[in-house]
């Protein structure tokens, strides 16, 4: 295939710029490259990012030229022509936009207020991850800080986690560093999956040499962002000597079987495809490649997706509505599909009361939620009489979408449920040096609660624990990541006991549902509570935005029976018989000759656990051979008894 348009306009035009700049001297100083009005001017037009190269790495806009949306539809196309590339599934992610969140810009301002000494150290560290070319190639040029007001004026810095921050990446020490250090190849060379790489293209029109290597599908590359241990500060602003977890989302993965199993981050974060595709356009002799790495990059905050998508113009987001829109579809089916998994059951009943479990069980490589510690999960449980009255509610929000009921600091990890005010809320809480939960992550000094899921094969001996403890009420919680005496099974059961409260009996509708928030309104409180021009901007998108929880899952139970308050037992003698007893295929008949009106019956286990109910007179115990309670429930009181499954 011959070049396309697009390609001989990019190298007539640029092949004379990579002269000209291959023959100056190189500036081992911060300095802009473009005049002040030059970079406002590309900033609001989205194209800051498409301009410029340096010693050290490229920004994504090189990239675009051949990895961006083939109009010829050749290049980046799965086996059904569907346009996959990378540079649009990239462009409105939390990475691509890492350095214009708005809320990351507000909470640096924060933490600058409260310690306002330390404002460049703190612009520093944060800008390694959320500007991470921006703040190395600085680093490597000399420079002792870089803050967010040379991140507005630099190229690589405003292009937040781009192309080259994974792909520019050492194999050195990976997956040994953390808090944005990190090992960069200087050497002009661009990292990738496949073998034999077709390297002229890339070194005659951007300078770099693409060259295959193992350790970019390594989760390592996520380490150093996504283990962020911080010194920790006491009130006053001076440090205690300890160091805090902000969090460690690469060492829960590495406490769970996806290490073991060599499921890495890119696995689930950039899915592959297996099908050959094209890589590049414009290039008739680059062979089709596979697998393909789907560069979605989805995470759990839709909130903030759809925050910034309302305010892409304001915030010189280059992204289009349609990327936008894309992201969010693929962050959604993240949430939704991959990340959990619900089990409601009814699990007895008794004259004043009924009892329900809610399994949770994670399918996540890491805790859920994970990341940043503002992010929760919570259990919505709510029992709707017949005529729609509700008889019991734990965990639903009010109209500032708050969870109603919590305790006034942070509500605690609950093994079993049987007040309204209860409400079971996944979480981690920081404390500081007094023990009071605070937002301020300097202030971190301990953690008074992290009842997050763990991921399937969390272990409290791994070598890792340290960074990913299990804290609070939950460390006693025989059913959080616990099945059959055994840790690591990334599960947790919350048990109801529902209080009838005199309800004259009929039909019960239940339903349970996780919903997940990345910036509920409880933890903004603190930040929101004080003002600088970064706080009050994003305090005004953020009421405006729209602040519903996500349902990460749901189930209902619809129609169980319950008869009202009853402490009568039936005499012995009551014309009430189970035939046959025992039964060989566990199919029994309720009979009485006295026509006794039955209105349900329970089934339990030898250990008095709930099996089934029917309101059928002939019914099937359950499959497992043995010993079963049946508990048959009249208008006169109930009878209880002792059937066997041969």
């Not at 300095?31 to 970079?39: C, I």
């Not at 019991?392 to 600091?409: A, T």
């Not at 899921?453 to 340290?466: E, I, K, N, R, W």
């Not at 019956?601 to 002939?618: D, P």
């Amino acid at each position: 295939m011959s070049l396309s348009l697009k390609s001989v306009l990019f190298a007539l035009l640029f092949i004379p710029v990579v002269l000209l700049l291959s023959s100056l001297p190189v500036d081992n100083h911060l300095t802009a490259f473009h005049s002040s009005g030059e970079r406002e001017m590309l900033y609001h037009q989205g194209a800051l990012s498409m301009i410029d190269t340096a010693e050290f790495f490229a920004t994504s806009g090189l990239c675009e030229n051949c990895h961006s949306r083939d109009s010829q539809l050749y290049a980046q196309v799965d086996t059904f022509g569907n346009d996959i590339n990378v540079i649009d599934d990239w462009k409105a992610t939390m990475m691509a936009n890492s350095a214009r969140d708005p809320f990351w810009r507000a909470k640096v301002s924060h933490e600058i207020l409260v310690n306002p000494s330390h404002a460049a150290n703190i612009e520093t560290s944060c800008t390694s991850c959320h500007a991470p070319l921006g703040n190395h190639r600085a680093r490597l040029r000399g420079a002792e800080h870089y803050l967010i007001s040379d991140m507005l004026q630099d190229t690589f810095g405003i292009d937040g986690v781009s192309c080259g921050a994974c792909h520019h990446q050492s194999e050195e020490d990976l997956g040994k560093l953390n808090s944005g250090h990190i090992n960069w190849d200087t050497s002009r060379v661009i990292y990738g999956p496949y073998l034999f790489p077709f390297e002229q293209p890339m070194e005659l029109f951007v300078g770099f040499k693409p060259v295959w290597s193992e350790h970019i599908n390594d989760a390592g590359l996520c380490a150093s962002c996504h283990t962020l241990i911080v010194e920790s500060l006491d009130l006053d602003g001076n440090k205690t000597g300890t160091t805090f977890v902000e969090q460690a989302t690469y060492h829960e993965w590495l406490n769970s079987v996806y290490n073991t199993d060599d499921i890495s981050c890119q696995k689930c974060h950039i899915p592959q495809l297996d099908q050959k595709v094209v890589i590049a356009d414009g290039y008739g002799s680059i062979s089709a490649k596979t697998p393909f790495g789907l560069h979605e990059m989805a995470g759990a905050n839709t909130m903030m997706l759809k925050l910034m998508k309302e305010n892409r113009t304001e915030l010189g987001i280059p992204a289009s509505p349609a990327n936008f829109d894309s992201t969010l579809n693929y962050t959604f089916k993240m949430l939704q599909e991959k990340t959990l998994d619900l089990d409601l059951a009814m699990t007895g009943i008794d004259t004043d009361s009924v009892y329900f479990s809610v399994g949770l069980t994670n399918k996540a490589g890491h805790k859920f939620p994970s990341g940043y510690p503002s992010r929760r999960a919570f259990v919505e449980f709510v029992v709707l009489t017949e005529t729609g009255d509700t008889l019991f509610q734990s965990g639903v929000l009010d109209n500032n979408y708050e969870v109603k009921g919590q305790d006034p600091h942070y509500e605690p990890h609950y093994q079993t449920i049987n007040q309204s005010e209860q409400v079971q809320i996944y979480q981690l809480v920081n404390g500081d040096v007094n023990g009071q939960f605070s937002t301020v992550l300097e202030r971190g000094f301990q953690v008074l609660k992290d009842n997050r899921l763990p991921p399937l094969g969390f272990s409290t001996s791994h070598a890792v624990y340290d960074t990913t403890q299990i804290a609070g009420l939950a460390l006693s919680d025989p059913d959080f990541n616990i099945e059959n005496s055994m840790e690591g099974s990334g599960k947790d059961i919350v048990h109801y006991h529902i209080p009838l409260n005199g309800y004259a009996g009929g039909n019960l509708q239940v339903s349970a549902r996780v919903l997940y928030q990345s910036l509920p309104p409880k933890w903004m409180a603190e930040m929101f509570g004080v003002s600088t021009p970064e706080i009050d901007k994003f305090k005004a998108m953020y009421e405006a935005a729209d602040r519903s929880a996500v349902v990460i899952a749901s189930q209902n139970l619809m129609d169980i029976y319950v008869k009202g308050v009853s402490t009568k037992d039936l005499p012995a003698d009551l014309d009430l018989v189970l035939v046959p007893n025992p039964s060989m295929d566990g199919w029994v008949n309720l009979q009485s000759q006295a026509a006794t009106e039955v209105e349900f019956i329970q089934v339990y286990n030898a250990l008095g656990q709930w099996m089934k109910s029917t309101r059928e007179l002939n019914f099937q115990l359950p499959e497992a051979k043995g010993l079963y309670l049946v508990k048959v429930y009249t208008r006169a009181g109930w009878k209880t008894f002792q059937a066997v499954r041969l």
